[in-house]
C-alpha cells in the first residue's frame, strides 16, 4: 500500500477521568489503546501530539454559551441546582457530572480540533483522534455519553478550507447530533449505519434525510440485530461508492464507534474486527483527506484491539503485525486467547429476513441517485488566524510552557473552582441566563419531547417532579403548608420573596435576574413590589422599563445596596 502521513494525537491525562463506578463509559479505553499501539511500535511511523485543549469560545462555535458555561461550573455537589433538578442540559442518568467533565470534554474536543486543523492545512492525510467521536451531543444539551460534539467542530473547522465534507458513522447508535446539526445545508453529507428500532436514541430512518438545501444529504442506514461482516460490507461498500462518486466530497470524517462489535455490552451487531476495519482500508484506498475519530464501545478490551489494528490500517502495515498482542502495561486484560482480534459469534442475522437488507440499500442509492451531482461552494480567502486571536483576545495555548508552570496553573484553577463552588452562584447567573423561554422561569425547557436512555432504552421525561417541601420558602403556618406564590424555588432558583405586609419566605435566597418580586394583587387590583409597600399599575411602557429597572422598587429606594435584596 501507498505510504500515508498520518497524525495521531493523544493526551495522556484523558485515561483520568471517570464517569462514575459501573458507568459503562470508561475513558480509561483510550490509554490502554494508546499502551498497545506503543507496544506494535507504531508510534514512531507517525507524528505524535498532544492536542491543544479547546478553549469555551472554541466550543461554542457550535454549543449555547448558557450550556458550556454550565459545563464549566457542574460539579457533582451542584448538578441538582444547575440543572433544574435534571430537567435541563444533563436530563436522566446517561450524563453524570463527574469531578473534571469540562477538561475531559475539552481535551475530546481538541484532539478533533487539531486534527481538522492539520488536515486542513494539507500536513497530513489522515488524522486520529479515538478520544473523540462524541456523536450525540446537542447544541444545548448532553445526550448518550456525550456532553460535547467535537466531531461537529472538527468539521466546522473543516468547512474553512473544503468546501464538501463527508461524515461516516459506523457506531451501533444513530449519530444523531452530528446529522441534526448539519440537516439543512449541503455542505456536509452525513451517513449513519445503525441499529433502528426500540433503540436509542430512536431516530435515523430513512424518511430522514434532511430539509431546505440539506434535502437528501442525510443518509440513514437502519439495521436490524446481528449484521455479520460480509453483509455490512455489502451494503457499506456501494453506498459509499456510490456518495463518492455523486458528492465528491473533499475530506471525509470517519466515526469508529466500537460499539458495533460482536460481544459488545450495549451493541447488538455480529461484526469483527477484521469487517469494522474494512471501512478504514476503503476509505484509506481512495486517497481523500480522512480524519479518524473514536466513539462508543463498551467492552473495553474489544476496543481497544480494533482502534490498534485501524491505526494500522491508517499506516497500512495491518498484513505486517503480529496477532500475538505484543506485552504492554495492560497484558492481562487480553486473555485468555492474548491476540488482535475480535471474533464473531452464534447471533442470527435478521437483516437478511425478507430481504430487508436489499430494500434499504436500493432505497438509499436510489436517494443518492436523485442528486443533481456535487453542491458547489464559493470559497474565499480563509485568514490563518481568527479575530479574536487577531485582536489578542485569546491566549496562544501552543506556546511551550514550563511544565512545572502548566501543574501550578491547573492546580490554582481546581482550588479557585473549589471555593467558587461553596458560594452561592445565584448572582453569577444573572450574566449568563439565555432570554429564551427553555431558560426562564421553572428551568424546564418548553419543549415537553421526552428523551431516552442510552442505558435503559426507555423514554425519560425530562419536567421534574415538584415537591413543595423540598421548595426554599416552604414554611409551615399552623397546619396549613405556605409556600411561596411563583413556585420558583423548587427548581434550586431560590430568591427572597415577601407578602405585601413584609413577611420573608426565604430567609437565606439572593435575588435572580430576570426576576421580580412584584406580584400582581387581585385584591386591591394592584402591583405588589417586596416590603416597599403597593405601587400603582404603569400605564406606560416607559414607566414599565423604569420600573423593571429598579426592580420593582420605588424611587425613594433606589439607593439601597444589592446585598439587601
Known amino acids: 500500500m501507498s505510504k500515508r502521513r498520518v497524525a495521531y494525537y493523544y493526551d495522556s491525562d484523558t485515561g483520568a477521568y471517570t464517569y462514575g463506578l459501573g458507568h459503562l463509559m470508561k475513558p480509561h479505553r483510550v490509554r490502554v489503546t494508546h499502551e498497545l499501539v506503543d507496544a506494535y511500535d507504531m508510534l514512531g511511523k507517525m507524528e505524535v501530539s498532544r492536542p491543544r485543549r479547546a478553549s469555551p469560545e472554541d466550543m461554542t462555535a457550535f454549543h449555547t454559551d448558557e450550556y458550556i458555561h454550565f459545563l ?194 450495549l451493541g447488538c451487531f455480529n461484526i469483527t474486527m477484521e469487517g469494522h476495519a474494512h471501512c478504514v482500508q476503503f476509505l484509506r484506498k481512495y486517497d481523500i483527506p480522512l480524519i479518524l475519530l473514536g466513539g462508543g464501545g463498551y467492552t473495553v478490551k474489544n476496543v481497544v484491539r480494533v482502534w490498534a489494528y485501524e491505526t494500522a490500517c491508517a499506516l497500512g502495515i495491518e498484513n505486517d503485525i503480529d496477532p500475538n498482542l505484543p506485552w504492554n502495561q495492560y497484558f492481562e486484560w487480553f486473555g485468555p486467547r492474548y491476540r488482535l482480534e475480535v471474533v464473531s459469534n452464534n447471533m442470527e442475522d435478521l437483516n437478511v429476513v425478507d430481504g430487508l437488507l436489499d430494500k434499504v440499500r436500493t432505497t438509499a442509492l436510489q436517494q443518492l441517485q436523485e442528486l443533481t451531482g456535487a453542491p458547489s461552494v464559493g470559497m474565499h480567502d480563509v485568514p490563518r488566524q481568527s479575530i479574536g486571536e487577531h485582536l489578542g483576545f485569546r491566549y496562544d495555548q501552543t506556546e511551550r510552557r514550563d511544565n512545572l508552570d502548566i501543574k501550578l496553573a491547573q492546580h490554582a484553577r481546581y482550588v479557585y473552582d473549589l471555593q467558587e463552588s461553596d458560594t452561592d452562584t445565584s448572582d453569577d447567573d444573572k450574566s449568563w441566563d439565555s432570554d429564551s423561554d427553555e431558560s426562564r422561569a421553572q428551568g424546564c425547557p418548553k419543549n415537553s419531547k421526552k428523551r431516552m436512555s442510552i442505558l435503559t432504552g426507555q423514554c425519560i421525561d425530562p419536567t421534574p417532579v415538584y ?61 405588589v413590589a417586596k416590603r416597599y409597600g403597593a405601587l400603582p399599575l404603569p400605564r406606560s411602557v416607559g414607566v414599565v422599563g423604569r420600573m423593571m429597572e429598579r426592580g420593582g422598587r420605588q424611587v425613594a429606594d433606589d439607593d439601597m445596596e444589592e446585598d439587601e435584596w
Not at 500536513?123 to 444545548?140: E, S, T, V
Not at 434535502?215 to 440485530?225: C, E, M, R, T, W
Not at 434550586?492 to 405585601?500: Q, R
Open 72 to 265: 464549566q461550573r457542574v460539579t457533582p455537589e451542584t448538578v441538582e441546582e444547575l440543572t433544574g433538578h435534571g430537567s435541563r442540559f444533563l436530563v436522566g442518568d446517561d450524563n453524570p457530572a463527574f469531578e473534571g467533565v469540562f477538561e475531559f470534554c475539552s481535551i475530546s474536543a481538541g484532539g478533533s480540533i487539531c486534527a481538522a486543523e492539520r488536515i486542513a492545512s494539507g500536513a497530513a492525510d489522515i488524522a486520529i483522534n479515538w478520544a473523540g467521536g462524541l456523536h450525540h451531543a446537542k447544541k444545548r444539551e448532553a445526550s448518550g455519553f456525550c456532553y460535547i460534539n467535537d466531531i461537529v467542530l472538527g468539521i466546522l473547522e473543516l468547512l474553512r478550507t473544503h468546501p464538501r465534507v463527508l461524515y461516516i458513522d459506523i457506531d451501533c447508535h444513530h449519530g444523531d447530533g452530528v446529522e441534526e446539526a448539519f440537516y439543512t445545508t449541503d455542505r456536509v453529507m452525513t451517513c449513519s449505519f445503525h441499529k433502528f428500532g426500540e433503540y436509542f436514541p430512536g431516530t435515523g430512518t430513512q424518511e430522514d434525510k434532511g430539509r431546505g438545501k440539506g434535502k437528501g444529504y442525510s443518509v440513514n442506514i437502519p439495521l436490524k440485530d446481528g449484521i455479520t461482516d460480509e453483509a455490512f460490507i455489502s451494503v457499506f461498500d456501494p453506498i459509499i461508492a456510490k456518495i463518492l462518486e455523486v458528492y465528491r466530497p473533499t475530506a471525509v470524517v470517519l466515526q469508529c464507534g466500537a460499539d458495533s462489535l460482536a460481544g459488545d455490552r
Open 467 to 527: 415537591d413543595p417541601a423540598q421548595a426554599p420558602g416552604y414554611e409551615q403556618q399552623g397546619t396549613v403548608p405556605h409556600i411561596h406564590p411563583y413556585g420558583y424555588g423548587g427548581y434550586g432558583y431560590g430568591f427572597a420573596e415577601f407578602d405585601m405586609h413584609g413577611a420573608m419566605y426565604a430567609q437565606n435566597a439572593k435575588r435572580r435576574f430576570f426576576y421580580s418580586g412584584a406580584r400582581w394583587d387581585e385584591t386591591v387590583e394592584q402591583i
